[in-house]
C-alpha cells in the first residue's frame, strides 16, 4: 500500500468517524431539544424538580454538542492538512466524556428512583445499581482529566485504558441491570385488567427496546475502543450515547397522557406518545382488587377503574404518594372530581 492511500484511509478512520460522530449527534441533540419542548407543553403542573431535571438534561446534551462542534472545528479546520493530528486529544473532546457520563448517571438515577417505587423500596435492589451508576461517573470524570493531562490517544492508550474500558463496562452493567429489574417488578404489578395489562406489556417492551439500545451502542463502541488501531470510531459511536439516554428519559415522560388514554381503552389523542411511562409501586395496590371485584349484583362496575384513572394521574404527573379511598358495604367510593 503506498503511503498516500494509507494516509487517505487513516484520515478516513481517524477524522472522518469524529465528523460524521458529529453529524449524528448533532441530529440527535435536534430530539432531544424537540422531546423537551413537547414535555413543557404538555405537562406545565409537573413537580417544579422534574421540571428542573429536564431542563438540566437538556443543558447537559446542548453543552455536549458545542463541545463535539468545537473538537471538530480544532481538528478539520484549525489544523487543515495535518493527518499527524488526529492522534491529539483537544480539552473540548476530552470533556465529551464526562458530559456523557453526568446525563447518563442523571438518566440512571430517574430509573432507579423508578425501580425503588415499583418494588416497594427495596434498597437492597436499587442501592447496588445506583452504587454502580455513580462509579461509572467517577471512572469517566477521572478519564477526562487524564485526557487533558496527556493530550494524547497513544499516550491515553498506554497508560490509562482501563480507566475508559470500566466506565463503558459499567455503564452496559447499570443498562441491563436497571432493564432486568423494571421487567420483573412491572410482571408482579400485573391486575388482571386487560387495558392495564396491555400497557405494562407496552412499557415492558419500551423498557426492553430503550435498555437494549443503549447497552448495543455502548457495547459496540467499547469493542472498537478495545480494538482500535490508530482509528477513532469508538468516539464517534461515543457522541451519540449521551443523546440516546436523553432522548429515552423524555420519551417516558412525555407518555403519561397515552398511557392513561389507553387505560382506559380509548384511542390515543393527536397530540400523545406512542410510548410508555413507568408506574410507581402504589400502582401495585390495584393488583390486590383482581379481576373479578364486582358488586352485590356481581357486575363489574366502573367505579374501579375510575379509580385506576386517578391513580395514574397523580403518580404520572407529580409523583405524589396515593392514598387508597374508602369503601363501605362493598362499593369503592371515589372522589366526584375525577
Not at 4 to 11: D, F, G, I, L, Y
Not at 204 to 218: A, K, N
Not at 249 to 256: G, K, M
Request: glycine share 4%.
Amino acid at each position: 500500500m503506498s503511503s498516500s492511500s494509507a494516509t487517505e484511509q487513516n484520515v478516513h478512520a481517524t477524522l472522518g468517524s469524529v465528523l460524521l460522530g458529529n453529524v449524528v449527534s448533532v441530529f440527535l441533540s435536534g430530539i432531544v431539544t424537540m422531546q423537551v419542548l413537547i414535555y413543557y407543553r404538555l405537562y406545565p403542573k409537573d413537580l417544579t424538580r422534574i421540571k428542573l431535571i429536564v431542563g438540566t438534561i437538556w443543558l447537559i446534551d446542548t453543552t455536549h454538542a458545542v463541545m463535539v462542534t468545537m473538537s471538530n472545528w480544532s481538528y478539520l479546520i484549525e489544523n487543515f492538512g495535518n493527518t499527524a493530528i488526529s492522534d491529539k486529544i483537544f480539552w473540548s473532546l476530552a470533556v465529551t466524556i464526562a458530559l456523557t457520563a453526568t446525563l447518563t448517571f442523571f438518566v440512571h438515577c430517574f430509573f432507579c428512583h423508578r425501580i425503588l417505587t415499583l418494588s416497594r423500596y427495596n434498597y437492597y435492589i436499587t442501592a447496588p445499581i445506583f452504587i454502580l451508576a455513580l462509579a461509572r461517573l467517577a471512572f469517566a470524570c477521572v478519564t477526562t482529566s487524564r485526557m487533558i493531562m496527556l493530550g494524547s490517544f497513544k499516550e491515553f492508550t498506554r497508560v490509562s485504558s482501563f480507566i475508559f474500558t470500566s466506565g463503558l463496562s459499567l455503564a452496559t452493567a447499570v443498562d441491563f441491570l436497571i432493564a432486568a429489574a423494571l421487567i420483573w417488578y412491572l410482571n408482579k404489578n400485573r391486575t388482571g385488567f386487560s387495558a392495564m395489562d396491555t400497557v405494562i406489556d407496552s412499557i415492558t417492551l419500551y423498557t426492553v427496546e430503550s435498555g437494549l439500545l443503549t447497552s448495543i451502542v455502548t457495547v459496540i463502541s467499547l469493542i472498537f475502543w478495545l480494538c482500535m488501531s490508530h482509528n477513532l470510531v469508538f468516539l464517534a459511536l461515543h457522541f451519540a450515547i449521551s443523546k440516546l439516554y436523553a432522548n429515552a428519559f423524555l420519551a417516558t415522560l412525555n407518555a403519561r397522557r397515552s398511557l392513561r388514554g389507553r387505560s382506559q381503552g380509548s384511542s390515543r389523542a393527536p397530540d400523545d406518545h406512542a410510548m410508555p411511562v413507568l408506574f410507581p409501586a402504589s400502582f401495585n395496590r390495584l393488583s390486590r382488587l383482581g379481576p373479578h371485584t364486582a358488586n352485590h349484583d356481581g357486575v363489574i362496575t366502573t367505579k374501579v377503574q375510575i379509580n385506576v384513572e386517578k391513580t395514574i394521574d397523580i403518580d404520572g404527573s407529580t409523583d405524589e404518594p396515593y392514598s387508597p379511598t374508602r369503601s363501605r358495604g362493598g362499593v369503592t367510593k371515589t372522589n366526584p372530581s375525577v
